[in-house]
């Protein structure tokens, strides 16, 4: 093959030449070029195959509207599989293949499939889900579908930046309408964006030789200098994908091949669209025959690519074909006129178009130039549910200006204004803000219709490969509505999101059902406008970005000491410590707290300080538990319950005095439980008289727990000695540990005497220190949470959110005082009362075990009731094997658990059916006797 | 992304806030007996018109609750009111 370029194109250097290739062939492209335009010069006409049926098919567009030349470009190793050929700038040795095309798009061995097209047709995905089994057919149509092979490829530096703007006006588009509308805001002193998808500002523009009396380039080259004169920002390569909420505009910005584009989150108060129209297709026989090409891509490859579509054209155009035919004429290009209004064309040739069938003759061409029409490009519009009026004069959907939504305008072509003066004088009055009532009536373009014959051979969609016949069938089988017949046909919903058919598609339904297209309706429009990577949304956060976790002050002090770090609700801490088998260390390290004590590092504890004179009631409201009576210097356990009366969190309040309290959450709740007592601070209480202080994050809390754990704490230096018989389970006191605040805590999670010892972060590491240098010859160490979790659960202790779920109530966990007694309102109080919560089938705490020989039983496991078809009546929360009782013990929630103690239960998990007795579910000092210990 | 006035903080994203209810509802008084129905329109009945809307919101990045009124539809945001007397 040879370069066949006419002259130098204004957007190619031919003297920058570069070796390609295409299907394993070498050819030549130029600097400028897109990767269509480049096998347009070098003659290649097959570019791809047909999704459905693998027809041959070729480049139609020259832009994002293309529906066909979808190709798989390989450069620098790294491989894109579905890259527009239209779109995507070529670049010295880029390897570009076919796709949906084995082994080439000119040589296809499913070209076959064309011969079955009988039975692929309208409803084939709606049937073939349904009927007999979409299993059979899935691997066939998996195989066949598709645009490409994704590489299995990982590109780590393929994050998106993203930028977060504002401007006063935002102009997108600029051709000559959105040059003009740029200009003049900005130099009306407004802060102004222009972008524009192209590559190069300005190339789109290719019907007028002359705007407003001057040449059509250097008219656009005099309009940005002024523009970037007055101030505004310009971007090229830059696509406005969506328009959301309150004027937010979504930027993607191409930044180069497989290199990930960059977001700009743009705010504008007024937004200008200036996005032009998009060529129609005509509906004739073998319409998507390769060498058939939209009239503006016709042109934009004759004047931006020094590319001729042929030397011998067909034009079928109902619109400025004069004009067309006399740019064809100055590129000695001959033109055959055809017209397809009167004419029911059709088109011959087996891989590309070979001739053109009129009713009286066939003309031989080795193009085809069609032009069904113009089609305002209004998505950006519709994306903000922009009103739509039909235009019967050019038999378009044009921007209703009367139902405009908030700080959004429209200019130009895709406000349906066809003549140049009259879209310029409209630019600037938009663009300054003053009301324009354009005459849309200057042109008439009509809008011919299908024609009858060989319907299955009119091509609507060409991306999803759907005909005429396919909008009949629909009809026929009752899929009327347009929406329907979108989703039964397929028709617009392939990448190009009928950028071209959408139209075709209403024409052909109105047609069909003999009336109007305004009568028909049209589809929703929603963004994005092209495709956009998911890796643009979502930006840097990634990998540990998305949900950072929470960091312990401790946490080197916990790697030196070869902590296996883990996630629990959000925070980084210690599971376990040493290397080696998990289940080993924690046996060892319950052991260890069991006999000696175990060091804790508790500090992602919640702390939010509760003051004021309203927040004892406050807390009382609150909690589900009374604290209307605690004493300073007393803790108490409580729920927090939504209004359902579920719980929402379990924790212990600490008395400070009689106006300050602390709230010691989960640690995987403090957020939520900060946000609880806001919402309840401020709304149904005075908020004058309560203040919630989130202090987690300033306070460092390390436990000792275990029989020695008296001994450690008071080798401390400290000015008190704790006294068991005077210190009581759940009471705290204050001391001072290093000329620092010392808050001791007497609660436990384990079941043995533990002491929280609570210091601000920055004496966290003395502590620490001394804790263990203390115990160290007590045989006590450092306690991961694995370990802490199979204590609390040989005391069957409950975790929220493991061991509940959002049915759980507290009195489904054995908390029935205050639901009985408690007088005073408190949050989720009804909902305790209802038919749900009283009934007798609820499922309950309970315990499981099994003998010592028998494997643990799954987390999960359904407990069933006997019969054919078992019934769930409970599931299994924790399980885990007792290092203290050496057997495995279990927990969950039971329907009536509580009256079922030592009753055999079946658990069932996977298919498989064992048996499990139900027993209390404190496991391990039942008396509590080491706890209370004094 | 819409954009919502906070009274302290003015315009900011709306992934800022966290919607709490519908304005204007009551919450019983539990202390003395109440049915079930009245339980449940206070728990469960929302609302939900179309067109203009009075919420509670919380700004979580200040943490104020306010009133705010706005058009379900058009999503335009009319006002504002801090929950607050006199300060
Ligand atoms: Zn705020």
Redesign the pocket.
């Known amino acids: 093959m040879h370069m066949s370029r006419t002259h130098a194109g204004v957007q190619v250097n031919t003297d920058a030449c570069f070796n390609f290739e295409f299907d394993g062939k070498t050819l030549q492209g130029c600097e400028g070029d897109t990767i269509a335009s480049a096998l347009l010069a070098n003659g290649v006409v097959v570019i791809g195959r047909g999704f459905k049926y693998h027809r041959p098919r070729g480049v139609w567009g020259s832009w994002t509207e293309e529906p066909n030349a979808i190709v798989q470009v390989t450069l620098n190793k790294r491989t894109l599989p579905n890259c527009l050929a239209t779109t995507t700038l070529l670049e010295t040795g880029m390897q570009v293949k076919s796709v949906n095309a084995f082994p080439s798009a000119a040589f296809d061995i499913k070209g076959g499939l064309n011969l079955l097209r009988r039975w692929l047709g309208a409803g084939f995905y709606y049937k073939t889900f349904m009927w007999p089994n979409w299993h059979l057919f899935e691997p066939m149509i998996r195989k066949m579908a598709g645009l490409g092979a994704v590489s299995e490829q990982c590109f780590d530096d393929y994050v998106s930046d993203q930028l977060h703007e504002t401007c006063d006006v935002l102009v997108v588009g600029a051709g000559p309408a959105g040059l003009v509308a740029a200009r003049t805001a900005a130099e009306a002193g407004e802060s102004v964006w222009l972008v524009d998808d192209h590559h190069t500002l300005g190339a789109t523009h290719f019907y007028h030789e002359f705007i407003e009396g001057v040449a059509a380039r250097s008219w656009i080259a005099t309009q940005l200098t002024a523009i970037i004169a007055a101030g505004a920002t310009v971007y090229s390569s830059t696509t406005a994908f969506g328009i959301y909420d309150h004027q937010l505009v979504g930027l993607m910005q191409l930044q180069g091949f497989a290199q990930a584009p960059r977001l700009i989150r743009l705010r504008a108060s007024r937004i200008i669209l200036a996005t032009g129209a998009i060529d129609r297709p005509l509906l004739f026989r073998n319409n998507d025959l390769p060498g058939i090409f939209s009239q503006s891509a016709a042109l934009d490859y004759l004047s931006n690519y020094g590319v001729s579509v042929g030397k011998r054209v067909g034009l079928a155009s109902v619109h400025n074909a004069d004009q067309v035919h006399d740019v064809f004429a100055k590129h000695a290009i001959e033109v055959v006129a055809l017209n397809p209004q009167d004419e029911a064309l059709s088109a011959i040739g087996r891989k590309q178009i070979q001739s053109v069938n009129t009713s009286t003759a066939r003309e031989s061409v080795d193009a085809l130039v069609v032009c069904g029409g113009l089609t305002p490009t209004i998505h950006l519009w519709s994306h903000q549910q922009g009103g739509l009026r039909w235009q019967k004069n050019i038999h378009a959907f044009v921007p209703n200006r009367e139902q405009a939504p908030a700080g959004l305008f429209v200019v130009g072509a895709a406000a349906g204004i066809y003549t140049l003066e009259d879209a310029l004088s409209d630019a600037v009055h938009v663009a300054i803000g003053r009301a324009s009532t354009p005459n849309l009536a200057a042109v008439s373009i009509p809008m011919p219709s299908a024609k009858t014959q060989n319907r299955d051979s009119q091509w609507i969609d060409v991306q999803h490969d759907v005909t005429v016949k396919d909008v009949d069938v629909a009809v026929q089988e009752n899929y009327a509505s347009v929406e329907h017949v979108k989703r039964y046909t397929t028709l617009g919903m392939a990448v190009d999101q009928g950028k071209t058919s959408n139209m075709l598609g209403l024409a052909a339904l109105a047609d069909k059902q003999k009336v109007s297209i305004p009568e028909v309706g049209i589809t929703t429009f929603r963004p994005p406008f092209v495709p956009v990577p998911l890796v643009t949304y979502g930006g840097q956060h990634t990998h540990l970005h998305s949900k950072p976790p929470k960091r312990l002050v401790l946490e080197p002090t916990h790697r030196a000491l070869n902590a296996a770090l883990c996630e629990y609700g959000g925070w980084l801490r210690p599971g376990w410590y040493g290397d080696g088998r998990m289940d080993e260390h924690v046996q060892q390290e319950v052991l260890m707290t069991r006999e000696q004590a175990g060091i804790l590092d508790a500090s992602a504890l919640g702390k939010i300080e509760v003051m004021g004179p309203d927040a004892r009631n406050f807390l009382n409201f609150v909690y589900y538990n009374r604290l209307d009576n605690l004493q300073p210097g007393h803790i108490r356990y409580g729920f927090m319950l939504t209004e359902g009366g579920s719980v929402y969190d379990d924790g212990v309040v600490w008395c400070m005095d009689e106006h300050r309290f602390l709230v010691s959450c989960s640690s995987s709740h403090v957020a939520g439980v900060e946000q609880l007592l806001e919402s309840w601070r401020q709304d149904g209480n005075n908020p004058n008289q309560i203040y919630v202080h989130n202090a987690t994050s300033q306070w460092a809390t390390i436990t000792v727990t275990g029989p020695k754990a008296l001994d450690i704490v008071n080798a401390l230096p400290l000015p008190i000695e704790l006294n068991m018989a005077e210190f009581k389970h759940m009471r705290f006191l204050e001391a001072t540990y290093q000329n620092h605040t010392l808050r001791i805590a007497r609660v436990s999670f384990s079941g043995e005497i533990s002491f929280e010892l609570s210091v601000p972060t920055t004496q966290a590491l003395m502590l620490w220190n001394d804790l263990l240098r203390i115990g160290k010859p007590l045989q006590a160490g450092p306690l991961g949470l694995e370990a802490m979790s199979v204590m609390r659960a040989e005391k069957g202790y409950i975790i929220v959110g493991k061991d509940t779920d959002g049915e759980t109530m507290p009195h489904d966990l054995g908390f029935t005082g205050p639901r009985a007694n408690k007088t005073a309102a408190f949050v989720g109080d009804r909902s305790l009362h209802t038919k749900t919560a009283q009934s007798s089938s609820r499922r309950q705490w309970v315990g499981f075990t099994v003998p010592k020989d028998q494997p643990m039983i799954p987390v999960g496991a359904h407990l069933v009731n006997g019969g054919d078809k078992p019934k769930s009546i409970g599931v299994v929360t924790s399980s885990y094997f007792s290092p203290t009782l050496q057997q495995p013990i279990a927990l969950g929630l039971l329907e009536a658990g509580a009256l079922r103690l030592g009753e055999q239960v079946s658990v069932w998990h996977m298919g498989q059916q064992s048996r499990a007795k139900v027993v209390s579910p404190c496991f391990y000092d039942v008396s509590g006797a080491r706890l209370h210990a004094g | 992304m819409q954009q919502f006035p ?1 009274p ?2 003015g315009e ?1 994203d709306e992934r800022e806030f966290h919607f709490l209810a519908e304005a204007g509802k009551e919450r019983p008084n539990t202390t003395v007996s109440i049915d079930d129905e009245t339980w449940a329109r206070y728990l469960y009945k929302q609302r939900n018109e179309k067109g203009e809307v009075q919420e509670i919101w919380m ?1 979580l ?2 943490r ?1 609750v306010f009133l705010l009124k706005r058009h379900s539809v058009t999503m335009a945001v009319s006002e504002s009111v801090s929950l607050r007397q006199g300060c």
């Open positions: 906070c302290f903080c900011r700004h990045t200040c104020e």
